[in-house]
């Protein structure tokens, strides 16, 4: 039997010609679950949902949970005024995520968060982040938001050794694709950073004492074709999930 995975979605909406209205639609990119059925998971989509029963009813039916990427999530989730350069927000997603992961948590179900995921992940733990790098770093970043292609490794990460990410990835320091605008402050309550850019921006997170609760900055899903560390990452993720 293949784990099954459930992916969160992201929500778009655009207007129907000679209408005022607009169709909204759960997508998202196709690479997670490419990755996931590469790693010998069953994915599923799970579609945003304000009702707490069929949330809850999301988290029996999935033996783990992918946080995907997507758009920032509304700063005063954690207790912050939107900083100028925030970008597009959904309510709807961020209370389905938050709640989704703080269950997870609580249960011991195998979390893996991508990008937008690690900054929910941390969130739904207690911590904080930066809504913008750029502007709330006291010292210049390095290029986060990539220009080159999806699964090119554009900057470097050193990560904690000894910790699971090190385990999983069998390197000390690597190299990862990078388009965030955001970052982690604050890991959360029982998280460790497990990652680093060379400008000290957190790139992974990780829960020692839970099952596979980890959260990565950078999209693994765009890069499993061309680099067998990002393989590694969701075959681990999906074995603890069995
Ligand atoms: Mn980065």
Same mark, same amino acid.
């Given at each position: 039997?293949?784990?099954?995975?459930?992916?969160?979605?992201?929500?778009?909406?655009?207007?129907?010609?000679?209408?005022?209205?607009?169709?909204?639609?759960?997508?998202?990119?196709?690479?997670?679950?490419?990755?996931?059925?590469?790693?010998?998971?069953?994915?599923?989509?799970?579609?945003?949902? +304000?009702?707490?029963?069929?949330?809850?009813?999301?988290?029996?039916?999935?033996?783990?949970?992918?946080?995907?990427g $997507?758009?920032?999530?509304?700063?005063?989730?954690? $207790?912050?005024?939107?900083?100028?350069?925030?970008?597009?927000?959904?309510?709807?997603?961020? +209370?389905? +995520?938050?709640?989704?992961?703080? *269950?997870?948590?609580?249960?011991?179900?195998?979390?893996?968060?991508l990008c937008?995921?690690?900054?929910?992940?941390?969130?739904?733990?207690?911590?904080?982040?930066?809504?913008?790098i750029a502007?709330?770093?006291?010292?210049?970043t390095l290029r986060h938001s990539q220009k080159g292609a999806g699964w090119y490794a554009s900057h470097t990460i050193d990560?904690?050794?000894?910790?699971?990410?090190?385990?999983?990835? $069998?390197s000390?320091t690597t190299r990862v694709n990078s388009f965030h605008h955001?970052a982690?402050?604050?890991?959360?309550? $029982? =998280?460790?950073?497990?990652a680093r850019a060379k400008d000290?921006v957190?790139e992974a997170?990780?829960?020692?004492?839970?099952?596979?609760?980890?959260?990565v900055q950078w999209h693994p899903e765009m890069m499993? +074709?061309r680099h067998?560390e990002a393989?590694?990452?969701?075959?681990? =993720?999906? *074995?603890?999930?069995?």
């Open positions: 039997m293949h784990p099954v995975i459930g992916i969160t979605c992201s929500l778009t909406a655009t207007p129907i010609d000679g209408t005022t209205f607009f169709l909204e639609r759960n997508i998202i990119a196709r690479d997670y679950a490419r990755a996931i059925e590469h790693a010998g998971g069953a994915p599923i989509l799970l579609p945003h949902s +304000e009702d707490l029963a069929c949330i809850q009813q999301y988290l029996r039916v999935v033996d783990g949970l992918l946080l995907s $997507g758009g920032d999530i509304d700063p005063l989730r954690f $207790g912050q005024e939107p900083h100028q350069n925030i970008g597009s927000v959904d309510p709807v997603r961020d +209370e389905m +995520e938050l709640q989704l992961t703080q *269950k997870a948590l609580a249960a011991d179900l195998p979390i893996f968060a937008r995921g690690i900054q929910v992940l941390s969130i739904a733990a207690g911590g904080t982040i930066y809504q913008d502007s709330e770093l006291p010292q210049p990560l904690l050794p000894d910790s699971r990410l090190h385990q999983i990835t $069998g000390i955001q982690v402050r604050d890991a959360g309550e $029982g =998280f460790i950073v497990t000290g957190i997170i990780e829960n020692p004492t839970h099952r596979f609760a980890v959260g499993w +074709e067998p393989v590694n990452l969701f075959a681990a =993720f999906v *074995k603890a999930c069995r």
